[in-house]
């Protein structure tokens, strides 16, 4: 009996000890299952890493994010990448404006100066003004952050607007950002258009016909690798509003109804660089479409004028509420030539002056709002009137 219990006890311990090492075996198993499994994973990313070029090729569609996938997820990391927390600011709001650069100063006119010297700034200045506004606290906002429509259909100044953490507004225009064929070869670039790395680029025509493409001599390029270093100099995004006129096309396309070229396919290029601009933050107005002196205009050719950019700019770059006069020469509320342009959609009216002002009206038909020019003319003479915004002696390219 005693022989037969110690049998049976040794029988129960070595099945329990069999069955404790199968389950181990089992643990075992499963891990390493689990590492095959993952190692095999990792392999074969590692071999589709390995594919050449050629095989990725061969069905890009399915490798290749939507462009709206694509938009939606650079805007998402650009806001996560800024990180910039905003206040709401009550005051003031500056606006200046420049004009298209010059992309090559060593190109002289007879006297000796920049060619376009007294309306315009050249890449260097524009480098400049960007490092002074930022340095004195100024961060881009989108003009139509700056007004509303309240519920009675009256257009207001808004009371505040939210910019980064302290830190002030400053709305930033272009004027005439549309490359004149008559200007090629005097120091200017000829077109903007969209590099294979979905980014605005200048394209300048050389004697030879063939063209030079920078990243660093046209306002665009420049101001968006300022922003990368910067994010906080734009506020929720905003860059600068671009004043268009119509009757040498736009961006340097021939987009004017009297171009006897292939004017569709000039369209077509011209929407890509305004789909660019707006994924970007930048904002649209009518400069007229001939720049003609607004106030030098009968009723009826004016009305022919904006009936010309409302056929032929505003299926490009979209509708717009902003006017910004030529010449900064205005016409007055109750005017004929006023209520005209009101009836044409345009609610901000934008001059040319040596100080800042904003103003909205009892009767709610619009808002007002001078703007100072930043060129060779006002560097020289307006430094008392820019100092709250720049000191020009840091601009001016000696």
Do not use: W
């Not at 509420?321 to 030529?326: A, D, G, L, N, T």
């Not at 100072?372 to 430094?383: C, H, P």
């Amino acid at each position: 009996m005693k022989r037969f219990m110690v049998c049976l006890i040794l029988c129960l311990v070595c099945m329990s000890v069999g069955g404790c090492k199968k389950e181990s075996g089992n643990q075992s198993i499963v891990q390493d299952n689990e590492q095959v499994g993952g190692l095999k994973e990792e392999q074969s990313q590692q071999n589709q890493q390995s594919q050449p070029d050629e095989e990725k090729t061969k069905d890009e569609s399915d490798d290749i994010k939507t462009e709206e996938e694509t938009i939606n997820s650079e805007a998402a990391e650009d806001k996560d990448v800024a990180g910039v927390e905003y206040e709401e600011y009550r005051g003031e709001i500056p606006h200046i404006f420049i004009h298209t650069l010059i992309a090559y100063p060593e190109l002289k006119d007879k006297n000796g100066l920049m060619r376009y010297d007294s309306d315009c700034i050249n890449v260097q200045e524009f480098k400049n003004l960007l490092e002074e506004l930022y340095k004195n606290g100024y961060s881009l906002i989108d003009i139509n952050e700056t007004y509303y429509e309240d519920s009675d259909g009256k257009m207001k100044l808004a009371e505040s607007v939210q910019v980064p953490k302290g830190r002030k507004p400053l709305i930033f225009s272009v004027d005439d950002v549309v490359y004149d064929v008559k200007k090629r070869g005097n120091g200017m670039v000829d077109f903007l258009t969209v590099n294979k790395d979905n980014q605005i680029v200048s394209g300048t025509y050389q004697k030879d016909g063939s063209v030079v493409y920078s990243d660093d001599n046209e306002f665009v390029p420049i101001l968006e690798k300022f922003i990368e270093k910067h994010p906080d100099f734009s506020s929720q995004g905003a860059r600068m509003t671009l004043c268009m006129t119509g009757f040498t096309g736009v961006f340097g396309y021939r987009t004017d109804a009297d171009y006897e070229g292939d004017r569709d396919a000039e369209i077509v290029k011209a929407k890509k660089v305004t789909k660019r601009l707006k994924e970007l933050g930048y904002s649209f107005a009518s400069h007229s479409y001939g720049h003609y002196d607004v106030t030098k205009h009968t009723v009826q050719s004016l009305k022919k004028d904006l009936q010309r950019f409302q056929d032929e700019v505003i299926p490009i770059i979209g509708e717009t509420k902003i006017f910004v006069y030529p010449y900064g020469k205005l016409v007055k509320p109750k005017e004929e030539k006023y209520e005209l342009l009101r009836d044409y959609g345009y609610r901000v009216f934008c001059s040319v002056s040596n100080f800042f002002y904003r103003r909205d009206y009892e009767e709610g038909h619009s808002i007002y709002m001078t703007r100072v020019s930043i060129d060779g003319y006002s560097l020289r003479n307006y430094k008392t009137v820019l100092a709250p915004v720049v000191d020009v002696d840091k601009v001016i390219d000696r």
